[in-house]
């Protein structure tokens, strides 16, 4: 047998193994097709002839064959944010038990820019998920011309034609104005995401109408750009100015945990005592005791399971109406900020803050 690591030979097809284990080549390709059918006996001998071989299936040639990937476009921003590499691995989970492959594309250097279709088409992808992404209309359009299912997740598109799953970034936000006025803060702060993010417009927009219909003045605002460190500085301002701020609603998790070192750290102030800062996803590091972040709760599995559905429905029929959905989550109640005198009741999981109607 030749030396597998020898790059001089040639790469092991499937005839190499039909060959050695003594069997037609449509029975290795049945052998190593999922659901196909093959003997046992058969089976055996082209899975030991391929061992000895060290050969492996060409999924992307049988893709050419079939005219079908089996392979689901993922564009995501930085994996420096917990929340996407949870809502990744929930993705790869479900089209895996569908029988999908997820192939990430990232958008790290040029997050507000349309994926490049050329480059998406390419790899033949079967649909395309943004997650937390911006879609123009032109790039919408032009995938729509060549058939291509979207679903934006994490964020929303002004078109209706556009399918979208979002958590209640109103409800979510209106419920964290609730809960920082009823812990009597009279000088709240908003630190925004990216100016560029309609999930950050969202929140900013719910908070700041729940707090008017409250009788609570505007919040103060600074832009933390969703990075810890960008947080971190608009902590600084927020807590400098001649009325520092007693409590912050930052657009993410991430943004809150810098706002809380900041606040610790820097100024020594104590989180729920001194002040209270709250985030918004729920991420891991969230309920590390260190941290014990109030935030509010995006539901990442449900979240993703409603995307893969809408994605399901448009590849058995391309004229699926598109859908804007809205995922409602809760808001858990944890040690960094205050505790209103009523609203605040036992949840399964800790406390969440459920006002009295």
Known sequence: MADSNDPQRHPITAHDVARLAGVSQSAVSRTFTKGASVSAKTRSKVEEAAAALGYRPNQWARSLIKRRSN?????????????????????????????????????????????????????????????????????????????????????????????SVTSDNAQGSMEI???????????????????????????????????????????????????????????????????????????NDIMALGAINVAREEFGLQPGKDLSIVGFDDIGMAAWPVFSLTTYVQPVHAMVSRAVGIICAQLENPDTAAIQDVVRGQLIVRKSSKIPAHGVKQGPDGLIWQPDE
């Open 177 to 251: 104005a609730q809960f920082l006025a009823a812990g009597n803060h009279r000088r709240l702060a908003y630190i925004a995401g990216k100016e560029s993010s309609s999930t950050s417009r969202d929140r900013e927009r719910g908070f700041i109408d729940a707090l008017q219909r409250l009788g609570q003045p505007a919040p103060a605002r600074e832009v933390g750009h969703y990075t810890f460190d960008g947080a971190m500085e608009a902590t600084r301002r927020l807590l400098s100015s001649a009325h520092p701020a007693d409590g912050i609603f930052c657009a």
């Open 71 to 163: 392979l689901i476009g993922v564009v995501a921003p930085s994996m420096e944010n917990p929340f996407y590499s949870a809502v990744l691995e929930a993705l790869s989970a479900a089209f895996e038990e569908l029988g999908y492959r997820v192939l990430l594309f990232s958008t790290a250097n040029h997050e507000d820019a349309d994926p490049v279709l050329e480059e998406v088409l390419g790899y033949r992808v079967e649909a395309l998920i943004l997650v937390s992404a911006s879609l123009s209309s032109r790039f919408a359009l032009e995938c729509k011309q060549t058939g291509l299912p979207v679903v934006l997740l994490n964020r929303r598109n002004d078109s209706s034609s556009i399918s």
